[in-house]
């Protein structure tokens, strides 16, 4: 069966947006046509399509570039406001959990997700207990199996315990490629075998990138709150040793060149960052996660220094360890309302074609055009006067996508 869905606007991401635009389905989400108002005909289709009109916009499914779909079972485990240092006190401290409490929490995020018009995810893993419930194959994912150790003489050990949880997530059918946490837990020897595993198999990067403020601080100066923090766990950064730059520079330098490198917060990311970052490669991207921002720093990254430098930028939930819903709808509600000048057409390009682009997801994904099957997305609630996201705007899925 075909479907026609029709809308205030249609935002094929790919084109301008096009008044009252028709979108023709088929039964499996592949699209047949998006079409101007007049040049819909139902008679140039196999079969005559039922047209359904909404009042929105229509949009492509969006891509959730940064998740931990694996710490779903934190939701309101965290407190708000406790900045980086004492976040990550908390999720090390309420991490653990029955099997059954976080297989129940993983496939209600996942439900979650998909009723939010998601379609695409990156997640972080740090064990396999999301194998299970992305084996059913509801939504594509991109794992990223996060390595961590900040020993050097450890750097072997734990870098092969990656290798061996990848292998695990080959059965899931989805891809998968080995990255750092983040800078401030990593070893340099750590880093070289991610380069090294990196460049051998033209794997996409990731990795968490000034988050927070005492991050430059510990960089430069082996001071500051975040040190002191991880400096109490034990003796572990008791021969840590600070290189007297930014944590970006720090930890991008260990990076391929060539390799996409999808840069996760920049919360504290100034321009020299990121004048710095595009000098070292061409393939940097840039992810928000305004709301789990909010949720731990009560800070929001400059976007404005970002669109004005030309970054490609993408957009995360973050976990529920750090959010009260994984919805990319809602990381844009934030950021418009915090950043109102920002086009709604930019918004949903960083919602749905600059992560299909990152994740290589660009055939089927990203843009509203012929032959894709991209998730079809209706947006209620738009100001159409100002072309803007409104506070009780919501997204729901037309139709099937995968
Ligand atoms: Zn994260």
């Known amino acids: 069966m075909l479907h026609a869905f029709t809308a205030d606007y249609v935002f094929p991401v790919s084109s301008p947006p096009i008044k009252n635009g028709v979108v023709v389905v088929d039964d499996k989400g592949e699209i047949l046509g998006v079409l101007e108002p007049g040049k819909y005909k139902p008679g140039d289709f196999s079969e005559s399509p039922r047209l359904e009109t909404f009042s929105g916009i229509i949009c492509p499914g969006f891509i959730n570039a940064h998740c931990h779909l694996e710490l779903s079972h934190m939701k309101g485990k965290v407190q708000t406001g406790k900045t980086l240092p004492g976040f990550i006190g908390d999720v090390v401290k309420n991490r653990e959990a029955g099997k059954n409490v976080i297989d129940a929490a993983i496939a209600k995020a996942e439900d979650n997700m998909i009723a939010n ?106 001071s500051g709150a975040l040190f002191e923090k991880l400096f109490s766990f034990g003796e572990l950064y008791k021969n840590w040793k600070p290189t007297g730059y930014s944590s970006l520079s720090s930890t991008l330098s260990h990076f391929p060149r060539c390799n996409k490198a999808l840069l996760v917060h920049n919360t504290f990311s100034t321009l020299e960052d990121i004048n710095w970052a595009h000098l070292y490669s061409s393939v940097v991207y840039w992810c928000f996660c305004p709301n789990a921002n909010l949720y731990i720093e009560n800070k929001l990254p400059d976007f404005q220094t970002f669109i004005d430098s030309g970054c490609k930028i993408l957009i995360g939930t973050d976990s529920y360890a750090s959010n009260h819903s994984l919805s990319v709808l809602e990381e844009l509600k934030t950021i418009s309302f915090h950043a109102p000048k920002i086009p709604l057409e930019s918004l949903l390009c960083w919602a749905t074609f600059n992560g299909a682009d990152f994740f290589g997801w660009k055939k089927e994904l990203g843009t509203l055009e012929k032959g894709k099957r991209p998730g079809i997305n209706l947006v209620t609630d738009i100001n159409l006067e100002t072309f803007s996201l409104t506070k009780t705007s919501e997204v729901r899925a037309l139709g099937p996508h995968i």
């Open 117 to 222: 018009g998601i379609v695409g995810v990156g997640d972080i893993c740090n064990t396999d207990e999301t194998v299970n419930q992305k084996k059913k194959g509801r939504l594509r994912y991109h794992n990223f199996i996060e390595v961590f150790d900040i020993i050097p003489e450890k750097a072997d050990t734990e870098f092969e315990k990656g290798i061996a949880l990848l292998e695990k997530f080959k059965a899931t059918g989805s891809s998968s490629s080995i990255v750092p946490h983040a800078p401030y837990t990593v070893s340099a020897k750590l880093l070289k075998r991610i380069y090294e595993h990196a460049y051998t198999h033209d794997s996409i990067l990731t990795i968490h990138n000034q988050e927070t403020e005492s991050e430059n601080e510990m960089f430069r100066n082996k």
